[in-house]
């Protein structure tokens, strides 16, 4: 069955530093991978999807994230933290027939931000 | 554009009470998705709609749970006799089709306590 790992449940990166928040997965085929984020009060947001293709992908708000067939890796990554970006992020893989139905969710990691 | 919609925003109810949550996807969506995250899980299926008909529903906890899409507009969830351990934050999200490169836009929740 598809499954979802996010190791860090709490991640504190001071304003301005570099971040990385990792994700690794568990799928048979190609997987389809999201990562979205989740703001106080609002609903999921998606930042930046995987496919095919270019394995560094550029998503919303400076995020990118690269897909490591090898490691079963789509860590997503941003150069400089902003205090606004403090929120809670979920990696996640599409699974289901005939493409995807679903999305299997990691149990998300909760950004803060410091300044 | 308004985006997904989802009523109440927090209810709290007594065990073996009644609670009807509902979902107003983005117009033209015919894929609906309901989703749950039990606090500290992971964010898990329960079930997805295209148009009115239930294309999957493999992630419904119990009996318990109906989910219905009239006339494949809104939907709603009704938890007939709600226990504790139904407590949480259930998300509804929309398709404009399944599958594919086709993003799921999520609304902001309904958060669930049952006590």
């Known amino acids: 069955a598809q499954s979802v790992t996010q190791p860090d449940i709490h991640i504190t990166v001071s304003e301005g530093a570099s971040l990385e928040l990792r994700c690794n997965y568990s799928y048979g085929a190609t997987p389809y991978l999201f990562w979205y984020v989740q703001s106080p009060g609002q609903g999921l947001q998606l930042l930046l999807k995987?496919?095919?293709?270019?394995?560094l992908v550029q998503g919303i708000k400076g995020f990118e994230a690269e897909f490591k067939r090898s490691q079963s890796s789509f860590n997503l990554r941003k150069p400089s933290v902003h205090w606004s970006d403090a929120a809670e992020y979920f990696c996640?893989?599409?699974?289901?027939?005939?493409?995807?139905?679903?999305?299997?969710f990691g149990t998300g990691t909760r950004l803060l931000v410091s300044p | 554009e308004a985006g997904v919609t989802q009523f109440p925003s927090h209810s709290v109810i007594e065990k073996g009470q009644t609670v009807t949550l509902r979902c107003d996807p983005i117009s033209g969506h015919d894929n609906l998705y309901w989703y749950r995250r039990v606090m500290g899980k992971e964010i898990k299926f329960l079930l997805h709609?295209?148009?009115?008909?239930?294309?999957?529903e493999s992630g419904m906890p119990n009996n318990r749970f109906l989910a219905e899409r009239t006339g494949g507009t809104y939907s709603t969830l009704k938890v007939q006799p709600a226990e504790l351990e139904d407590s949480g934050v259930y998300f509804c999200?929309?398709?404009?089709?399944?599958?594919?490169?086709?993003?799921?836009?999520f609304g902001p929740g309904t958060r669930l306590t049952v006590l």
């Open positions: 999200a929309s398709s404009l089709r399944p599958g594919g490169v086709h993003e799921q836009f």
């Open positions: 996640a893989v599409g699974a289901g027939n005939t493409g995807f139905q679903k999305l299997v």
């Open positions: 995987y496919f095919s293709g270019d394995t």
């Open positions: 709609f295209v148009k009115e008909s239930k294309q999957d």
